[in-house]
């Protein structure tokens, strides 16, 4: 198992432009999620996914979009990059029924200049 | 890698020694908890987890305590090594709210040799 995956692993955009994060995992766990971390601060929940066609916001949802067209995948978009969307972004699954063991994928850092 | 949390609260500790981070967490509704380690450039790795009707759950070097009455958590390292040298999280679990995991903002251990 690849367990999650990230792409790209680094990223530089200009303010106003859009581009989208990839995640995937080969685990077939329901839930996958996206958090965002930034210096001095946990980890902070952008949006997330129980389900395959169901997506939901966390604390934090204001300029990106998610979708969730497959079990495995959880691209994350951002529609007009500001800096204050300077961070690392972490994508995380898990299955359900109970176990809440998270596996966090390595990670994209977005710096918006 | 990315230097995440450099204004962390930090603990410096003697290799061998023991380490205890401690946490507060806010839900009292909360029904499981998980320490989770971060190395530099990484994602969160899980390390530990306990449910809310439990008090102490010890694991390999580490043991989670956990205070419903003041609602605080403590993972304790046992003999600490250099490899332990991350930041620490911990999470709360609130089934009630869809299973969202909400993160504490870490602590930077850090251990001399």
């Known amino acids: 198992n690849a367990g999650v995956t990230q792409t790209p692993k680094f990223q530089v955009l200009k303010t106003g432009q859009s581009m989208t994060l990839q995640c995937a995992q080969d685990?077939?766990?329901?839930?996958m999620s996206w958090y965002r971390q930034d210096p001095g601060m946990g980890l902070r929940l952008i949006h997330y996914s129980v389900g395959a066609g169901i997506t939901d916001q966390g604390e934090v949802p204001n300029g990106y979009n998610v979708s969730r067209s497959t079990t495995e995948d959880f691209p994350l978009r951002l529609l007009s990059a500001a800096p204050s969307q300077t961070s690392v972004y972490f994508c995380?699954?898990?299955?359900?029924?109970?176990?809440?063991?998270?596996?966090f994928g390595p990670g994209t850092r977005l710096t918006v200049t | 890698g990315e230097s995440v949390g450099l204004h962390l609260p930090t603990l410096s500790v003697q290799e061998g020694d023991n380490s205890i981070i401690n946490c507060a967490y806010s839900n009292s509704a909360s029904d499981y908890f998980i320490w989770y380690k971060q190395e530099s450039g990484k994602g969160p790795q899980f390390i530990i987890d306990?449910?809310?009707?439990?008090d102490k759950r010890q694991g390999q070097r580490v043991t989670v305590l956990l205070n419903k009455t003041v609602k605080h958590l403590s993972l304790q390292i046992a003999a600490t090594q250099p490899g332990d040298s991350a930041v620490y999280f911990c999470?709360?679990?609130?089934?009630?709210?869809?299973?969202?995991?909400?993160f504490g903002g870490g602590t930077r251990v850090l251990v001399k040799p």
């Open positions: 685990m077939n766990h329901e839930y």
């Open positions: 995380a699954s898990r299955g359900t029924g109970g176990v809440y063991e998270q596996y």
């Open positions: 306990i449910r809310s009707n439990m």
């Open positions: 999470a709360e679990n609130n089934r009630a709210a869809g299973n969202k995991l909400t």
